[in-house]
């Protein structure tokens, strides 16, 4: 009996120790080899062979063993974004977890299942459900401080800044900035003891990490220079990373923050600044491209071209935006090909789009048109796929941009259905969120097709158009008494007044020209901008023409008069050919 009791231990240790080695072996191919089908294969053989080792021998190893299975098949699949899966199986290692802390309250027990929490409270954070998420990155820190206070030891303190850091990434998502600010600060001081302490390259690293969450929170609080010392203090810490030997994610961080400082300098419209951090960035990212070509250096290289394309944009060096901009493109060219996301899409549209606007710019239509072409059709693949207001709102201006640019040379047929189009979806669009910005866009869209409706002399077209611009207009008055809005209206009776008098219907016109010059006057005086002078001496100036195709000539005069002073101002103030001309046409 004796032997037969030897033999059947012998061959359960020989089942345990396999059970092991499918598991590091699942470990391995996941996180060194990122060969996922692989991992998944070997885990699943891990798990089978343990659960039917629990069903032999329900020992205490055996079902630690079953749970680190389980929690390591659970980091598989959130790898693979099958959330689903991954909640599953961080559950079934949570329940076996909590069953060892109860039976041995070990040290080992309780920080093992500290980071099951802190994993699930992670995934939970990736599908956005913050409230659990909470509840879990809680857990975890409650396991945490008890054991710091009972063992001291500095594995404790490692994992319990990385709490703070997850709890504080939590209460940010959820606008509760000073929860957050305060939980980001306890990892940094976590994290500052642990440096002071023992000063490895691992507390070195994670202080970076934290120091840059930090920076981050600063920077969506708005609060810059703050911000800006965070970002510092990650890149001090991450450039004496990477004189050491460095790896590439140590260089990948780097780059990550040069990228985050030369972001904040761009808000700051520090632009020089902005340009050096971004190239230190780009250097870095060439660099790891040229070593890995990952995707994901890929598309934070193809993000860093992009945004430095719009810091040129910024400062008018527009043959660098270009360049960047085609960069970025090739890049994310490449990447909608082997990584497949709708995210690639979406960036691959509005650089088409801003390609198109610096094509436009310059005159060059016919590269611009070819670049709008594919912005919407790349947007409208989108919209097929994920149907998000968001690319709905982009779609309306890129269908408004290329009606524009077909307004510009005279080919009004075919500018007049993308215009429509514009209105169309940003109806759509003012129905769902009623917001600011689509009224704003809807007025804006309506002006362009008015204006060119009134080129193509179909006054009552134009007439409806300009109507409705003033309606919006005057709503948005009402909802924050913006004098741009003020200002629009009066272009908008501008417009209608000149419909009328072209119409010979010179009773409206009058009407129409003496509400443009009210307001135009009342703005005259509050801002004190050049626009609203030339636009009341032009208003002045046409109110003169009516009169005089009344036969009121002393009225005429007035006007005339008051369009030549206004005109002599602006040819002392700014000089420029077209003043002159103007003020020719009044003397005239």
């Excluded at 070593?291 to 193809?302: G, H, Q």
Aim: glycine share 2%; aromatic share 14%; charged share 30%.
């Amino acid at each position: 009996l004796s032997e037969e009791l030897k033999e059947i231990r012998n061959s359960l240790t020989d089942i345990s120790d396999l059970a092991r080695s499918y598991d590091n072996l699942g470990v391995i191919n996941h996180y060194l080899l990122q060969r996922y089908e692989e991992s998944e294969n070997y885990l699943k053989k891990a798990i089978d062979l343990s659960e039917n080792l629990i069903k032999s021998c329900n020992s205490l190893t055996n079902i630690s063993d079953l749970a680190s299975s389980y929690n390591n098949l659970g980091n598989l699949y959130f790898s693979m974004q099958r959330y689903d899966d991954a909640e599953s199986y961080y559950k079934k290692s949570i329940n076996l977890r909590e069953i060892l802390k109860e039976s041995s309250n070990s040290l080992s027990e309780r920080s093992d299942l500290a980071s099951s929490y802190e994993e699930l409270g992670s995934l939970y954070y990736s599908m956005q459900r913050y409230e659990e998420s909470e509840v879990y990155y809680k857990k975890s820190l409650e396991l945490l401080e008890d054991s710091k206070e009972k063992y001291n030891l500095l594995k404790n303190f490692e994992d319990l800044s990385i709490s703070y850091n997850e709890l504080g990434d939590s209460c940010e998502q959820k606008k509760r900035y000073e929860e957050a600010e305060e939980n980001y600060q306890k990892a940094i001081n976590v994290m500052e003891f642990l440096k002071e302490y023992r000063n490895s390259n691992i507390d070195s690293l994670n202080l970076a990490n934290s120091y840059n969450n930090m920076g981050g929170f600063y920077y969506l609080m708005q609060r810059y220079e703050e911000a800006e010392i965070y970002y510092k203090k990650s890149i001090d810490l991450r450039e004496n990373l990477n004189e050491s030997p460095n790896s590439l994610t140590n260089i990948s961080d780097l780059a990550r923050s040069y990228y985050n400082l030369g972001y904040l300098y761009n808000s700051m419209q520090r632009y020089d600044d902005a340009e050096t951090y971004y190239k230190k960035s780009i250097d870095l990212r060439e660099t790891l491209k040229e070593s890995s070509n990952s995707l994901s250096d890929m598309s934070e290289l193809a993000s860093s071209y992009k945004n430095l394309g719009n810091i040129y944009n910024s400062m008018q060096r527009y043959e660098e935006v270009e360049i960047y901009y085609k960069k970025a493109i090739n890049l994310y060219e490449e990447l909608k090909e082997t990584h497949k996301s709708l995210s690639d899409v979406s960036e691959l549209a509005k650089l088409y789009y801003n390609l198109g606007n610096l094509y436009y710019s310059s005159q060059r239509y016919n590269g611009a048109e070819e670049y709008y072409k594919e912005s919407i059709r790349l947007m409208e693949l989108l919209i097929k796929s994920r149907n998000s207001l968001s690319d709905l709102s982009d779609l309306s201006n890129y269908y408004n941009n290329l009606a524009s640019l077909y307004n510009s040379i005279q080919k009004y047929e075919e500018a007049e259905p993308y215009y429509k189009c514009a209105i169309d979806f940003r109806k759509i669009l003012n129905k769902f969120r009623n917001s600011i910005s689509d009224k704003s866009n809807l007025a804006i869209y309506y002006n362009n097709l008015g204006g060119m409706y009134k080129t193509m002399q179909r006054y009552e077209d134009a007439e409806e158009c300009f109507k409705k611009v003033i309606d919006y207009r005057e709503s948005l008055k009402e909802t924050r008494n913006s004098l741009s809005d003020i200002y629009a209206i009066a272009i908008s009776y501008k417009s209608l007044g000149d419909i009328h008098y072209s119409m010979q219907r010179y009773e409206k016109a009058e009407i129409y020209f003496k509400k443009a010059i009210d307001l135009l006057e009342n703005l005259k005086e509050n801002r004190k901008s050049l626009i609203d002078i030339m636009d009341l001496s032009e208003s002045y100036n046409n109110m003169g023409f009516l009169y005089y195709s009344k036969q009121e000539y002393e009225k005429s005069v007035i006007y005339f008069q008051k369009a030549v002073k206004l005109r002599e101002y602006l040819k002392e103030t700014r000089n420029s050919a077209s003043d002159i001309d103007r003020l020719a046409i009044s003397y005239s």
